[in-house]
């Protein structure tokens, strides 16, 4: 079954760094496209950012030149490079991917989650 297990998470200063990581299982990690989300306290999920199979990406405005998105294909992992970290950064942090169960539906599949926490 498809897995997807997050770590990289913890507490840094603000102007600090972490990378997180997203280990997959189950299914060809290869030819689908990987994403990251967040959630901040009381806020909804947002899309953070994203790369295709083939490593072409993008990321939401609020955190391009800070974070980069990449993946290692050999390893089935996916990262999530964040720099220049700010307090609004802080939030749960998902690994995402969504797989074609039929033509027209696709089946979402989450992380558990990774605290990062962004503090003087």
């Known amino acids: 079954q498809v897995q997807l297990v997050e770590s990289g998470g913890g507490l840094v200063e603000p102007g600090g760094s972490l990378r997180l990581s997203c280990a997959a299982s189950?299914?060809?990690?290869?030819?689908?496209?990987m994403n990251w989300y967040r959630q901040a306290p009381g806020k909804e999920r947002e899309w953070v950012a994203t790369?295709?199979?083939?490593?072409?990406?993008d990321c939401a405005g609020s955190v391009k030149g800070r974070f980069t998105i990449s993946r290692d294909n050999a390893k089935y992992t996916v990262y999530l490079q964040m720099n220049s970290l700010k307090p609004e950064d802080t939030a749960v942090y998902y690994c995402?991917?969504?797989?074609?169960?039929?033509?027209?539906?696709?089946?979402?599949?989450w992380g558990q989650g990774a605290q990062v926490t962004v503090s003087s």
């Open positions: 189950g299914f060809t990690f290869s030819s689908y496209g």
């Open positions: 995402n991917t969504n797989i074609p169960i039929s033509p027209n539906r696709r089946l979402a599949y």
């Open positions: 790369i295709s199979p083939g490593g072409i990406v």
